[in-house]
């Protein structure tokens, strides 16, 4: 149960999947201007890649493994998460607008978030079982969606300060970025209770 | 008379300033050579002026008719003729104009037929019309009409009214010197507001450094209505704020979408019940009121002004000292600085103080806000200021919203504590009006686009109409051709003519003969413009002859664009423009 | 070899045929985005943008067919909000900004041709044949539609002059000079 535990926490703090690993940083820059957008970001992502994990390991496992097609990953997890993403919005928006509304813009951005394909490919290479995947997935797209929406709070403030005229917009986001990568990288420090 | 008071959160003791202007009796200003009195007045709709130029007017007659339910009359202070309705420079921060009755008083000061009304023998409406058209509004400076706040809510029974004799600015005393002076047609005023609102309580707020002011109310009150309750509440601004004397004397919060009478509680100014005690006990409606001349000047005083005296001469009566630099209108926290001394007094004029560099002296710098929260701890709203500050200043407007902006009272304490010096209070006013503006224009957008579609359907609707005779007449052509085809043969002798065309060959001779018109009248006009305009076209600036030569240019494409197949490749909405078919 | 293209193969059918049937049962109808975008315009249906109104410009942004930049009416702030949610880039306005200015007719010119009528958008021209025309202005949303068709040239836009009722307060200005 412990493993478990850690394993979560380790996704969501530890090995944070934008911070520390730097993976989505697309939508880390591109969706994080306000906080009701950044959270249903995080809430599609959070569906998507727990779903997403899952999928791809049950095609690994009982698809690519057994014909021998481990270099087909890439491409089958690429397709499949792409089908997935599609199929979910088409669903959602007929059958809960009001979801949609929440969701429905950010489904599709989800297919070219690196971090979607990158931790299926993780989960392959740590060799983590079928639970242990969809936890991984699970913690990474919390932690996705924590950085994102702390992100998010403190760009919303950083709009109404006196930014030098250059470090306007992106340039600024950039140096946050990397400050609060910094102070993630202190949850290391975690792991020696591991 | 103990009673238990409340706190309200934050506010600020700044140095009250007050003793200056209460050494001498309440003085009854003279009549100017010029009353400009503004016929919007108070909040709500603007009156219509009832009277014009050369018209003679006698002292209280009405001159401006209420608008609406929520606005007020505005009446003429003195007898005398009217010399125009026109614009003139309001008492308004802004410094623009606002319509004006411009009355040249003849000295008689006579008076309309003044009919005294018992209100008990009246129905309430009939009383909260009477009020609204003696044009009594709330003197405290809002100047909402009273009226409005008189109808008591349907489900709530209203326990107490708060008669708030306050005056928490600093330098501020005209209520104090009118409840010195006239305490009892003030206490006659309440008895009228309390059975319009059927309240079971009257709490009388007043700040504990006006001694005379309290006692001169409570032995008014032991006198004429012994169980009313003249409260001394500890000196603090903003405790003159309705919602916060409220809050002191009651307990009560009054939340900002709501009003007070919800909670069974409403607040009047000393000075609005005295107009109302005058306007129904002695049929005067409002045409002066008191207002504190203080600040860096000889002798200050409270005056009773005519409303529409210009501000210059009423500041001539307190002789200001020659190093006044600017004049204020209302108090140093809430007050504006008068653009232009021309303006009239009006009834929200409660104060006007002459300031100078040594005692109101330029703002320091603004400097960065450091977060210290010395704002949000005066704050009498309970609101953060400084999160307000950060997102007005940033232009976010929707961010300010969320920390509820319309909530601030524009009391000043922020600023006034601000260690940055930041003017936190004109930010959040420019944050409002932003706002309010875009609320305005999403609405004019709205309106237009409802417009927009009806006309459209309208077009789509005539089209088919006209398409449904036209071809209604075709068939009836048709059978009757079927039924002589003969004698169709000879009337039509352009055989080519087939059964939908005569329709469309009438219209465009309906067009060329509208073209004629129109050519015709093109020509007239230009002959018109001619002769009505001197051709001074001998100097002309470079910029004047590219405007005349892009006018030349225009004029040459006319002939084209006045054809209706010209207009259709315009830019226009394609429906129903064109007219000849 | 020919297993994995098999497998690919099989794969993309899958997929394919089940986003194809999804796409069949779970269509929605009309796009709320339009009315989103059109909430932002200013619905002047000035045309300015080269389509027919604020509604077909609305549309074409949200097919992708129009830039946001095109709405010369909405300046900069409309820009701005657009951007904000379509997830664009703010871009510049192709078009000058102006203030917002109204239909002015100059009645003693005109003859009473209705054409300014016919081409108002927002029925904000009242008149009648041969009578003189008049731009109610609270409704005139300063579109120019009825400028060029007047043929005596009597319409003229000019700037809303500021008045007590829309009047702002200004952003507080600190003069640098006072500090130094």
């Known amino acids: 149960m412990t493993h478990y535990l850690f394993l979560l926490v380790g996704a969501v703090l530890v090995n944070n999947v934008v911070l520390v690993k730097i993976l989505g940083l697309c939508p880390f820059m591109g969706v994080s201007r306000k906080l009701e957008t950044a959270f249903g970001m995080g809430a599609a ?133 990397g400050l609060m990568s910094l102070a993630f990288m202190g949850f290391a420090g975690l792991d020696r209770y591991q | 008379m103990l009673a238990q008071l409340f706190r309200f959160k934050g506010g600020v003791k700044p140095p009250t300033n007050k003793t200056i202007s209460v050494q001498e009796p309440i003085g009854q200003a003279p009549l100017p050579a010029r009353l400009f009195v503004p016929l ?437 052509r048709s059978t009757e051709k079927k039924a002589s085809p003969e004698a169709a043969k000879a009337v039509d002798s352009p055989p080519a003519v087939a059964a939908g065309e005569p329709a469309a060959a009438a219209a465009s001779d309906a067009e060329t003969i509208r073209k004629a018109a129109i050519a015709a009248a093109m020509e007239r006009a230009r002959a018109q413009r001619e002769l009505a305009q001197p051709k001074n076209t001998d100097r002309l600036s470079a910029e004047q002859e590219r405007e005349i030569a892009a006018v030349e240019a225009r004029r040459a494409v006319l002939p084209a664009t006045a054809e209706p197949a010209g207009r259709a490749a315009g830019t226009g909405p394609p429906t129903g423009l064109q007219r000849g078919e | 070899m020919i297993t994995a293209l098999a497998i690919m193969a099989l794969g993309a059918i899958v997929l394919g045929a089940a986003l194809g049937y999804a796409s069949i049962r779970f269509k929605v109808e009309g796009d709320p985005l339009v009315e989103k975008i059109e909430a932002i315009l200013p619905q002047t249906q000035c045309g300015q943008c080269g389509y027919p109104g604020c509604r077909p410009y609305a549309a074409a942004i949200s097919a992708g067919e129009a830039d946001i930049n095109l709405c010369p009416p909405g300046g900069m702030d409309g820009v701005r909000k657009l951007a904000d949610l379509l997830g664009r880039e703010v871009k510049p306005l192709e078009a000058e900004e102006k203030p917002k200015q109204i239909a002015i007719i100059d009645e003693q010119t005109c003859i009473g041709c209705t054409l300014c009528i016919q081409a108002c958008p927002v029925d904000a021209i009242v008149g009648a044949a041969k009578q003189m025309h008049t731009i109610i202005e609270p409704l005139c949303t300063g579109c120019e539609l009825c400028v060029k068709p007047c043929p005596v040239e009597c319409i003229s836009m000019q700037p809303i002059a500021e008045n007590i009722d829309n009047w702002k307060w200004k952003y507080p200005v600190f003069e640098i000079k006072r500090a130094a």
């Open chain 1, 45 to 177: 992502t959070t569906f998507v890649l727990t779903v997403a994990t899952g999928a791809s390991y049950i095609i690994d496992r009982y698809l690519l493994l057994p014909f021998g097609l481990e270099y087909l990953r890439t491409l089958s997890f690429i397709v499949t998460i792409a089908a997935i993403v599609q199929l979910t919005e088409m669903v959602i928006q007929k059958t809960s607008p009001l979801l949609h509304q929440v969701l429905g813009i950010y489904l599709p951005l989800i297919t070219t978030n690196c971090a979607v394909l990158g931790v299926p490919l993780l989960n392959i290479a740590n060799r983590h079982d079928f639970i242990e995947s969809l936890l991984f997935g699970a913690g990474s797209a919390i932690g996705f969606t924590f950085v994102l929406v702390l992100f998010a709070g403190i760009r919303e403030r950083v709009e109404g300060a006196d930014v030098p005229l250059h470090f306007r917009g992106a340039a600024i986001a950039m140096v946050t970025a």
């Open chain 2, 40 to 476: 919007h007045q108070s909040i709500g709709g603007a009156p219509n002026p009832l009277v014009q130029a050369g018209d003679t007017v006698l002292k209280g007659q009405l001159i401006g008719g209420a608008d609406a339910w929520v606005s007020a009359a505005v009446h003429a202070p003195t007898s005398g003729r009217v010399l125009a309705v026109e614009e003139h420079v309001a008492a308004h921060p802004s410094g623009l104009p606002t319509l004006c009755v411009v009355i040249e008083p003849d000295g008689r000061d006579e008076w309309i037929d003044r009919r005294p009304v018992d209100h008990h023998s009246l129905p309430p409406e009939r009383v909260r019309e009477l009020l609204r058209d003696a044009g009594v509004v709330g003197l405290g400076g809002a100047a909402f009409p009273s009226h409005a706040k008189l109808t008591p809510a349907h489900a709530v029974t209203m326990e107490q009214l708060v008669i708030n004799g306050a005056e928490c600015e600093p330098f501020m005393t005209c209520d104090d010197l009118l409840m010195r002076e006239r305490a009892d047609e003030i206490v006659r005023g309440i008895a009228i507001f309390r059975e319009l609102l059927a309240a079971r309580e009257v709490l009388i707020g007043i700040e504990d450094n006006k001694q005379e002011a309290i006692a001169a109310m409570q032995e008014a009150v032991l006198r004429l209505a012994p169980d009313y309750r003249v409260v001394a509440v500890p000196t603090r601004y903003p405790a003159g704020g309705a919602k916060q004397l409220i809050r002191v004397l009651t307990g009560k919060e009054v939340p900002a979408s709501r009003r007070s009478t919800e909670l069974g509680v409403q607040c009047f100014n000393v000075a609005t019940v005295y107009t109302a005690y005058r306007a129904l006990a002695c049929g005067e409606p409002v045409l002066s009121r008191i207002v504190t001349l203080t600040g860096n000047v000889e002798r200050p005083r409270n005056w009773e002004v005519w409303l529409g005296t210009p501000m210059r001469e009423v500041v001539a009566l307190a002789r200001p000292r020659a190093d006044s630099s600017s004049f204020l209108m209302g108090g140093p926290m809430m007050g504006f600085e008068i653009p232009d001394l021309d303006a009239p007094v009006v009834k929200a004029t409660n104060c006007i103080i002459a300031g100078s560099p040594g005692l109101f002296p330029p703002p320091p710098p603004e400097m960065p806000c450091i977060r210290c929260g010395a704002c949000a701890e005066v704050c009498p709203h309970e609101l953060q200021p400084f999160e307000l500050y950060w997102f007005s200043r940033a232009r976010n407007f929707g961010k300010t919203q969320e920390y509820y902006i319309f909530d601030c009272i524009e009391c000043g304490c922020c600023s006034y504590v601000c260690p940055s010096h930041i003017p936190l209070v004109q930010y959040f006013r420019f944050a409002k009006s932003e706002i309010w503006a875009r609320e305005r224009e999403k609405q004019a957008a709205d309106a237009a686009k409802e417009r927009f579609e009806l006309r459209n359907a309208r077009a789509e609707r005539e089209q088919a109409e006209k398409a449904e005779r036209l071809a209604r007449a075709a068939s009836a």
